[in-house]
């Protein structure tokens, strides 16, 4: 009698360790996933702002030397212009968000300004520019609705 | 007798069962951690650089530096200019050297994450001053 409830015991615990591994596993696969899931997040994030700095700073230090740099807003967009001549001819550089996308449009003045026809850089919600004391500051806002401030000083002016 | 044996064997294969998937999650959780941190150092760089380059043009660009950094939150010690952040601190050393025909200003400025330096940008202008024919 007492040997069987030995037995009895001694299965209960093989079971009783089982639920126990079983139910540390989930949490280690949910601790997992919810780990993952924030770093490819913070990843994503991160990428973005990269993308918007490097972009906006890259394509502004490329531009600006002629003090041919000009804010507008066309349609209600706001945009940055960067003119410059080519062959006797003027082009424009317009850097600008449109449809949830900042874009760039490179194009003959003469052709005008087509927001549609801009390429695509990456998805953002709005942009603003702002010019001061020989300063431009771009402010972007990224699709999750994060603010990014971008201050680049004008070598144009000098 | 026979069931009794039947019965501790299957108790330690279990528990070598155990022991090995205990093994494999403190492995994952190790990579996991790692992995964290890593994307967090990641993103305490990445933030430093963007706000670096910020103060960068903005020296670049200001008439007087020193009222911009104190302006911006800067406390000055030793000459070096000092802001504290949540996961890092950014210093701005100022120099100036003036010559006959203008004045070069310097300006460095680095980003600090406890005694590690993450990043370190130079900034200089050149001022042109009139020089007598």
């Not at chain 1, 280690?28 to 899931?37: D, E, F, I, P, S």
């Not at chain 1, 850097?95 to 695509?120: H, K, Q, S, V």
């Not at chain 2, 996991?32 to 994307?39: G, L, M, P």
């Amino acid at each position: 009698m007492i040997r069987e409830k030995r037995h009895s015991i001694s299965g209960a615990f093989v079971f009783l360790l089982l639920g126990v591994f079983a139910v540390f596993s989930m949490m280690l696969v949910l601790l997992g996933a919810q780990a993952y899931r924030v770093t490819v997040e913070q990843t994503a994030m991160h990428t973005q702002q990269r993308v918007f700095h490097a972009y906006v700073r890259n394509a502004v230090r490329a531009d600006d030397g002629d003090g041919e740099m000009t804010i507008q807003t066309i349609d209600g967009i706001p945009v940055l212009t960067l003119a410059e001549e080519l062959d006797g001819e003027r082009y424009m550089k317009a850097i600008y968000c449109c449809d949830g996308e900042l874009r760039e449009l490179f194009t003959a003045e003469e052709y005008g300004f087509n927001p549609e026809e801009g390429e695509r850089i990456c998805a953002a919600q709005s942009l603003d520019f702002a010019l001061g004391d020989g300063l431009l500051t771009a402010t972007i806002t990224d699709a999750d609705g994060r603010p990014y401030a971008i201050e680049i000083a004008r070598r144009c002016d000098e | 007798m026979e069931r009794n044996n039947h019965l501790s064997t299957l108790l330690v294969e279990i528990l070598i069962a155990v022991l090995f998937f205990a093994l494999s999650a403190t492995v994952l959780m190790e990579m996991f951690v790692a992995a964290r941190s890593q994307s967090v150092y990641a993103g305490v760089c990445d933030e430093a650089l963007a706000e670096a380059q910020n103060i960068a043009d903005r020296i670049f660009a200001a008439g007087d530096a020193q009222a911009l950094l104190s302006q911006a939150g800067f406390s000055q010690e030793d000459g070096v200019w000092t802001l504290g952040r949540q996961d890092y601190d950014l210093t701005v050393a100022l120099d100036e050297k003036k010559t006959e025909v203008g004045m070069m200003r310097r300006a460095e400025v680095s980003a600090r994450r406890g005694e590690e330096t993450l990043l370190t940008l130079p900034c200089s202008r050149y001022l042109p001053e009139e020089v007598a024919p």
